[in-house]
C-alpha cells in the first residue's frame, strides 16, 4: 500500500451520551440545545484539540494542584479520560511536536534538539532512516486524505505544510519582555505599563514572570480565544466534520498575566531550590544548564512572582475553553466533538534551581492529556499507567476510523481506555541531544536519555562521545519531586543496569 495512503476512513456509528455539567463561563445548563441531535453513520467525529505551549501537566487543577484554577479542562477531564502520566518525547518544543504528528521517536525523525547542527555528529542517528521519514507524510495528512483538512489557530511551528493555517495574533511582549510593534501601536513606546515589576532569567533574558496591567481582551491569549470561537463557528456552520486545533501562546515566555489572574504565591506549594540540592544534581545540570536557565540568583519574592505568573496564564486560556465549550453546545456539537488537551512540554519553576525546559524533571516532560466525547469516551477516567506522547494522534485517528500503519511506533490508546489492557510499555522514553543547541553553554553536552517507569527515572548520557554518563536515579514512589539523586549509591546498581537495558533496547526499536 502506498503510505500516502496507509490510513483508510471508515464509517462509524455513534450513539449520543449524556452532556457535560455546569461550566465556568459557560451555559450554566444539563440540558440538550434543541438542535442537538445523534451522530450520523459513516461521518467522523469532530476534533478540537487545544494545545498549550509549555504547560506542564499542573498547570491543570485536575492533576491534583489546588492552586491551579482551570474548572473548564478539568471538568472535561471529570466527564472524560485523563491520563496521569503522559510523556512527551523531546523536552523541547519542535522536536516534540515532531515527533507527535509522525509518530516516532526524535532520534528516528530529527531533529533532536532545536539549534544547530553538531560539530561531530552522534552515532545513534540512522541518517538513512531520518531522510526517508522526512519524505514520507506525516499523521496529520491522514485527515486530509479522509476529506477533513485539519484547520489551525494559532502557534503552528513543526507542523506548517500540514495545516489549513487561519493566521495568529500579534503578541505585545518579545520572550524578553520587550514592547513588539504591534504593542508600541497600541500603547506607545513610553507606556507606564512597561514599568511594572518583571522577572528574567540571569543568562539570556527571558521574561518569566510579572503582572502586566492589561485588560484580559487585549492579551493574546484572550485575542487568540475570539479567533477560535470566529473559526469554529464558521466550520459549524459547514456541517462537515472538522478537526480544528488550537494552539495557544501559553503560558510560553513572555510570562506575563493581568492582575485579575494571577494566582496567590501564599497557595502554590512548590519546593524552593536550594544550593544544597544542586550539589547532588548531575555535573551537567550544576553547570551549564544552570547557566542556561538557573535560577538560584532569584529572591522568594520573585519566585513567588513568577509562580503565580505561570499558573495564572493557564487559568486564562482556560476561560479560552470554556468559551469554545459554549460554542460546541450552542451549534449542538457537544457529543460528537473529540476535545482533545495537551501541550509540547511542560516548564521548571525554579524546582531544583531551574527554569524553563531541556531536562527530564516531570514538570518539564509531563504533559496534560485530556480526552473527552460524550458520544465516544467513558466518563471520569483516570489511566495512572504511563503512556507516550507519540500515542496522541494515533488515539485521535482511532476515534476518527481511521487504519493506524504499523511501522509507526506510536500506537493509539483506545485498548488502554477501553480496559482491555493494562499495561502499555515497559518504560517511557524521551531524549535531547545537546550538541545540536542553540545555546552555546549547552553544546558541549551529547544525547542525553529518560528511561521512566511507574517507580524509577533514569538520565544519562547515551553517547559515544561522552565518557561520562552524569546520571540521575530517582525513586519516584518516595521522592516525586525528584530532590535526591541515588544514581552514585552502589545499592541501586542493578536498578540503573536494568533500566539501561530497557534504553538499549528502546533505541533498537524492541520497545
Known sequence: MNRRHFLQKVGLGITAAATLPVFYGCENSTEKSPDQSSKKAGRQPNILWIMLDDGRADALGCYGKPWAKTPNMDALAANGVRFETAIVQNPVCVPSRRSMKTGFYAHQVGPVAMGQKPKTPGGYIDNALMQKLHTQPNLLDAWTAAGTTPVNVGKIHGFERSWDNRGDVPILLDVGGNPTSYFIKKFGADSPILKEPMVYTKTHHWQI???????????????LGDMAVKTLDELAAKNESFFLRVSFHAPHVACYVPKEYFIDPKTIDLPLPTAEELKNKPKFEQGPLDTYAGGLNLTKEQIDLCRGTYYGMVRLVDVQVGRLIEALKKKGLWDDTVIAINSDQGFQLGEHGLWKKRVFYDANVKSPLVLHCPAMLPEGK??????????????????????????????????????????????????????????????????????????????????ERITDKDGALYDLKNDPDEQRNLYNNPQYANIIKQLEFLAKQWDKGKI
Not at 209 to 223: A, H, M, Q, S, Y
Not at 400 to 414: E, F, Q, V
Open 209 to 223: 514572570g510579572g503582572i502586566l496591567p492589561v485588560r484580559p481582551e487585549e492579551t493574546e491569549t484572550w485575542r
Open 382 to 463: 483516570v489511566i495512572d499507567e504511563p503512556v507516550e506522547m507519540i500515542d496522541f494522534l494515533p488515539t485521535l485517528m482511532e476515534l476518527s476510523g481511521m487504519d493506524i500503519s504499523g511501522d509507526i511506533r506510536g500506537k493509539s490508546l483506545i485498548p488502554l481506555i477501553k480496559g482491555k489492557v493494562k499495561q502499555w510499555r515497559p518504560a517511557c522514553f524521551s531524549e535531547i541531544d545537546h550538541s545540536q543547541s542553540m545555546y552555546n553553554e549547552l553544546r558541549g553536552g551529547g544525547r542525553r536519555v529518560m528511561v521512566r517507569t511507574k517507580a524509577w527515572k533514569l538520565i544519562f548520557f547515551m553517547d
